[in-house]
């Protein structure tokens, strides 16, 4: 199976390339991008290349997926999200995403997110059908926490300093989203 990409209303998923070297390093050399983020702030475009080879080689090894969110008039990147690892046996994915502060609060991140879960609840990931999807968020990233909300995810506990990066143990907020809590797109 190759790369699955689609459109939303306002949005394209794809593959990242080298062509979009220049918009990561822009969207993670931003610190605000990068606050609540696992991943010390960029500062050159060997760093944003790594990425992009990191993320296409999670697909290639059948490890996850990430797309980047494209604006579907422009084809700019604005972000990314994808599920940073699946387990095929536990049927179950986790799910990460960024976005440019220009596009914060205008819905993009609802959109592209609601988008992939259908993908991943409906069997259409070469990773086979998943059934529950999982999202660990930083304390204090209330707008990760409303944007979660906004797709159904529920919150399941706080998992106490469960993250270390950045010099800091971090506590993190564990949402979750099941196929059986009657998610529709």
């Not at 290349?49 to 579907?72: P, Y």
Request: glycine content about 8%.
């Amino acid at each position: 199976m190759g790369f699955p990409e689609f459109s939303t209303e306002r949005l394209s998923l794809t593959a990242m390339s080298d062509k979009d070297t220049e918009q990561i390093l822009e969207l993670f050399s931003n610190p605000l991008v990068t606050e609540y983020y696992d991943l010390e702030t960029l500062t050159g475009l060997d760093q944003a290349s790594k990425i992009i080879r990191l993320f296409n080689a999670r697909f290639e090894e059948k490890l996850g997926i990430r797309w980047a969110i494209r604006l579907k008039n422009s084809d700019r990147l604005i972000g990314t999200c994808g599920f940073n690892s699946w387990n095929v046996a536990m049927r179950s994915a986790v799910i990460g995403y960024d976005l440019m502060p220009d596009y914060w609060n205008q819905g993009y991140m609802t959109e592209a997110l609601k988008s992939i879960v259908h993908i991943a609840f409906s069997g259409e990931l070469p990773c086979s059908t998943i059934h529950r999807i999982q999202a660990d968020v930083v304390e204090g990233n209330t707008a990760s926490c409303s944007v979660l909300a906004n797709v159904g995810f529920k919150l399941e506990g706080i998992r106490r300093q469960s993250g270390y990066w950045k010099e800091s143990y971090h506590d993190l907020k564990c949402f979750g989203l099941l196929s059986s809590d009657g998610y529709t797109s």
